[in-house]
């Protein structure tokens, strides 16, 4: 039996399969997981392909994060083929071109809404719509919510406004943490450090993070391989792990903590 083995898992933001949604989402089937899929607009059809790769007969759930009846019908969808939740992964993040690499000054504010709003607010959003799943969670602890992260203690270039993005994500998840702690439901981030994903292609210089990021970890780090991102997020949403809420949890080699 694998550490999941009866947990009934969504995992959002499956584009590709080098994307770290990818990763964790065949990490939670092989561990015993049901697991789910969430796609939304042009993306669909590239995440109903890769639930077919990852062998997930199930349909995916049509999951817009700025729609609000696409939301709850995620919801009632979930709750008549799962009937509960046992984690969610929030692997959900987007900025306008214009927020990423031309400094803080030049962006339109409602580019910065754009990003805040699906790359932070959508956490709360789904938190909220799928409470009464995750309030029925039959796993030792209770459930889990894992946001996917990157560090947002330091200003790094061209990173620009998905960096508030990331911090108001990290405040959130305190914040969340706090309010649905009582009902047994964990929050957490898992802060990667960079790995090559076509999301990460999408931020200009990223090259930047490539050439520096393993000189300042003490243990090293390859931006080719996610396998301790896949498996440490699988750790948070396991029992292991569930004493453990409103915490960030660093995979980056050790580089956030290095001067």
Same mark, same amino acid.
């Given at each position: 039996?694998?550490?999941?083995? $009866?947990?009934?898992? #969504?995992?959002? *933001?499956?584009?590709?399969?080098? /994307? %770290?949604?990818?990763?964790? &989402?065949? +990490?939670?089937?092989?561990? $015993?997981?049901?697991? #789910?899929?969430? *796609?939304?607009?042009?993306?669909? /059809? %590239?995440?109903?392909?890769? &639930?077919? +790769?990852?062998?997930?007969?199930?349909?995916?759930?049509?999951?817009?994060?700025?729609?609000?009846?696409?939301?709850?019908?995620?919801?009632?969808?979930?709750?008549?083929?799962?009937?509960?939740?046992?984690?969610?992964?929030?692997?959900i993040g987007f900025a306008p071109e214009s927020a990423l690499?031309?400094?803080?000054?030049?962006?339109?504010?409602?580019?910065?809404?754009?990003?805040?709003?699906?790359?932070?607010?959508?956490?709360?959003?789904?938190?909220?719509?799928?409470?009464?799943?995750?309030?029925?969670?039959?796993?030792?602890?209770?459930?889990?919510?894992?946001?996917?992260?990157?560090?947002?203690?330091?200003?790094?270039?061209?990173?620009?406004?998905?960096?508030?993005?990331?911090?108001?994500?990290?405040?959130?998840?305190?914040?969340?943490?706090?309010?649905?702690?009582?009902?047994?439901?964990?929050?957490?981030?898992?802060?990667?450090?960079?790995?090559?994903?076509?999301?990460?292609?999408?931020?200009?210089?990223?090259?930047?993070?490539?050439?520096?990021?393993?000189?300042?970890?003490?243990?090293?780090?390859?931006?080719?391989?996610?396998?301790?991102?896949?498996?440490?997020?699988?750790?948070?949403?396991?029992?292991?792990?569930?004493?453990?809420?409103?915490?960030?949890?660093?995979?980056?080699?050790?580089?956030?903590?290095?001067?």
């Open positions: 039996m694998g550490i999941l083995s $009866g947990h009934r898992i #969504l995992v959002t *933001g499956v584009l590709t399969d080098d /994307s %770290l949604a990818y990763g964790i &989402a065949e +990490r939670a089937l092989a561990e $015993g997981a049901e697991v #789910l899929l969430s *796609g939304a607009g042009r993306g669909m /059809s %590239l995440t109903k392909r890769m &639930a077919k +790769r990852l062998g997930i007969s199930e349909e995916v759930i049509e999951l817009d994060v700025t729609d609000e009846a696409q939301i709850q019908a995620a919801a009632a969808s979930l709750t008549e083929r799962f009937g509960r939740l046992d984690g969610l992964v929030h692997a690499g031309h400094g803080m000054l030049a962006t339109p504010f409602a580019d910065v809404a754009t990003a805040f709003h699906i790359s932070t607010y959508s956490l709360a959003a789904l938190v909220g719509a799928f409470r009464p799943l995750l309030q029925k969670s039959t796993a030792v602890g209770g459930a889990s919510v894992v946001a996917l992260d990157f560090d947002a203690t330091r200003a790094y270039p061209m990173y620009d406004w998905m960096g508030v993005a990331k911090a108001g994500l990290e405040s959130l998840g305190r914040y969340l943490a706090r309010e649905v702690g009582p009902d047994k439901i964990r929050v957490n981030m898992v802060a990667a450090g960079p790995i090559r994903t076509m999301a990460a292609r999408s931020i200009p210089g990223f090259s930047q993070f490539e050439d520096s990021w393993s000189d300042r970890a003490p243990l090293g780090w390859d931006v080719r391989d996610a396998s301790a991102v896949h498996d440490t997020t699988i750790a948070v949403l396991s029992p292991l792990l569930r004493g453990t809420t409103a915490s960030i949890i660093y995979v980056d080699g050790g580089a956030h903590a290095m001067g």
